[in-house]
């Protein structure tokens, strides 16, 4: 296939969709698995007008896409705005779909990307977000997924840590309030949980629920943020932090100790604390070396970072910093707070507006500005 060509027909395939009522992203998409079907057929069997086959396949291709998406949100408005208590009874095929497209041929990587746009509906952007990679990175490797799998057969689903880390994801994305996925990813979790025996599928569930039980504190009447430590801690939804410990220490309680276990053990801290005061910071830093010792990500590496500025003071925090990308999401606010408590006011000012240009979401970037706001009227007055 000739690929001066595909490059040529691209933009203008993406724009008769988008003339047809795609949105960009979408169009992009369609086009991509298009692209896909094409690499497949036309060394067998070319078109006479390759242009006309990629509109014709790219809109088809839009549409499933479309009428997949309606089917999604038609479920998560059955599930509701919060997840019900208890193991789940409501069964579809979603938690299916995501075994599936969890595929064997994928590496787990490509397997979570290709399912987070398929299945989850996360867009190409908020996907690279969640993996700390360029856009145009996680649009290949998306594309590279789809190809690897069109030629294959859908009888070897993936393994359930693949799958476990899709529902993360998604988690990640309905909480931080980009998309309203929380409750969805807890249902199926749910699901999962009663249907295999698994110590980190209940690591999980417990995780979501104690995240979840703080949403309502989360953000004031306006949208903005509300920081963890400034939560109004009433507002933190009690029963579901009682289930999430409880799922917790039944897990626990089996001696297979895994990253969602662990971070839930964190967030069971916080959640146990009357106030930001009375924290145990000893303990959740105690737990985030255990997590490094199990995964040694660069946002725990970070998290702990923050946690050891609480538990043995903000110099101790900000040596813990010493070494990690300068490009971390988020380090540049954990550094422009730890100099804040440090009484670095100059630096924090300087960094918390720096941090605000390369915030991930608006609120975030909102509430960092008006951080660099507040100290820059101190150092005036």
């Not at 993936?158 to 998604?170: E, I, M, Q």
């Not at 939560?231 to 626990?252: F, K, M, N, P």
């Not at 100790?257 to 967030?267: M, N, P, R, T």
């Not at 804040?340 to 918390?352: C, I, K, N, P, Q």
């Amino acid at each position: 296939m000739d690929e001066a060509l595909m490059r040529t027909l691209t933009p203008a395939v993406i724009g008769v969709l988008v003339r047809r009522g795609a949105d960009f992203a979408a169009a992009e998409d369609a086009m991509q698995d298009a692209l896909v079907v094409a690499v497949r057929v036309w060394p067998d069997d070319p078109p006479r007008d390759p242009k006309g086959w990629l509109v014709t396949v790219a809109w088809h291709k839009f549409l499933d896409a479309a009428r997949a998406d309606t089917s999604r949100r038609r479920r998560e408005t059955v599930v509701g705005d919060e997840p019900v208590p208890g193991p789940g009874t409501a069964v579809d095929d979603t938690l299916q779909l995501y075994f599936l497209c969890a595929h064997p041929s994928l590496s787990p990587a490509s397997a979570v990307a290709l399912t987070l746009r398929a299945v989850g509906g996360l867009t190409t952007r908020q996907i690279a977000q969640a993996y700390l990679v360029p856009e145009a990175t996680m649009a290949q490797r998306i594309s590279r997924a789809k190809r690897t799998v069109s030629g294959v057969g859908f009888d070897q689903p993936g393994d359930v840590a693949t799958v476990l880390r899709v529902l993360y994801l998604v988690f990640n994305e309905g909480y931080s309030g980009n998309v309203d996925l929380a409750a969805e990813a807890i249902r199926l979790t749910r699901q999962l949980a009663a249907e295999i025996a698994h110590v980190e599928v209940a690591g999980l569930l417990a995780l979501m629920l104690l995240h979840h039980a703080r949403r309502p504190a989360r953000s004031r009447p306006d949208g903005s943020l509300v920081p963890l430590k400034e939560q109004d801690r009433s507002l933190w939804d009690t029963r579901l932090i009682a289930e999430g410990v409880d799922v917790l220490q039944s897990a626990l309680a089996r001696n297979r100790l895994g990253e969602f276990q662990v971070q839930a053990a964190i967030a069971a801290l916080h959640a146990d604390s009357r106030s930001a005061a009375e924290t145990d910071w000893a303990q959740i830093v105690e737990w985030y070396d255990e997590l490094l010792r199990i995964t040694d990500s660069p946002v725990a590496r970070l998290n702990r970072a923050v946690a050891v500025g609480e538990a043995d003071g903000p110099r101790a925090g900000l040596a813990a910093l010493e070494g990690l990308d300068p490009s971390l999401p988020r380090l540049t606010a954990a550094a422009a707070y730890l100099h804040e408590r440090d009484g670095d006011t100059v630096t924090a000012a300087r960094l918390y507006a720096e941090a605000a240009r390369s915030a991930p979401n608006l609120p975030e970037r909102e509430h960092l500005a008006r951080q660099a706001a507040r100290l820059n009227a101190e150092l005036r007055g």
